[in-house]
Nanobody, 123 residues
């Protein structure tokens, strides 16, 4: 059974930093892409960042230069380093995985999801 477990969320003041982790287990994909999405209260879930199997990366425009996605294939783990956080970054952050070599920016492309971790940025 595939499981994705996120950690690292919390409460931080504006301008602060957090690092999210997502550890994956239980699948047999030989290659896979990983991504982060977020959902703010009363808003739809939106794409934040993705990384392909080969390391190609794509970001939501509003987080470019502030967020960094990375992965450790030996540990089946994806990370999201978030710097210069803003109140508008407040949301539940979800990691997602899809088998294959390419990343996607639409949530319907992803096969497996974590339970989410809350990030709250105070002003």
């Amino acid at each position: 059974q595939v499981q994705l477990v996120e950690s690292g969320g919390g409460l931080v003041q504006a301008g602060g930093s957090l690092r999210l982790s997502c550890a994956a287990s239980g699948w047999t994909f030989s290659t896979y892409a990983m991504a982060w999405f977020r959902q703010a209260p009363e808003k739809e879930r939106e794409f934040v960042a993705a990384i392909s199997w080969s390391g190609t990366i794509y970001y939501l425009d509003s987080v470019k230069g502030r967020f960094t996605i990375s992965r450790n294939n030996e540990k089946n783990t994806v990370y999201l380093r978030m710097n210069s956080l803003k109140p508008e970054d407040t949301a539940v952050y979800y990691c997602a995985v899809v088998g294959g070599t390419y990343y996607y920016t639409h949530e319907y492309e992803y096969d497996y999801w974590g339970q989410g971790t809350q990030v709250t940025v105070s002003s």
